[in-house]
């Protein structure tokens, strides 16, 4: 059963005041970490307090073996849609 957890990221201005963008590390199908965005609305990114480009974006963990986290997103990224795998330690666990 999936749970909540959320996502280290690098936060930016949205095209709206209502949204953001992020910018998640994750892994790519050749298995290098890599870099992704997502638009998404303000009220799933939690702001780190005196960091204003870090934050922690609302996901829904599935599954966590050798150190890494698939994740399923609100929003799908741009480059890979909604599921990524990220490295466990980008996830941080309510």
């Not at 009220?43 to 307090?49: A, K, L, N, R, T």
Request: charged residues 15%; negative net charge.
């Amino acid at each position: 059963m999936p749970q909540v957890c959320y996502i280290k990221c690098h936060v930016g201005t949205g095209m709206f005041s209502d949204e953001l963008t992020v910018h998640i590390r994750t892994l790519n199908a050749a298995g290098q970490l890599t870099t992704v965005s997502s638009i998404v609305p303000k009220d799933s990114v939690d702001i780190e307090g005196g960091k204003p480009n870090q934050g922690r974006l609302q996901a829904y963990c599935m599954t966590e073996a050798k150190g890494l986290t698939y994740v399923v997103l609100r929003q799908a990224t741009l480059e890979n849609g909604p599921s990524l795998v990220v490295p466990s330690g980008e996830v941080v666990h309510p």
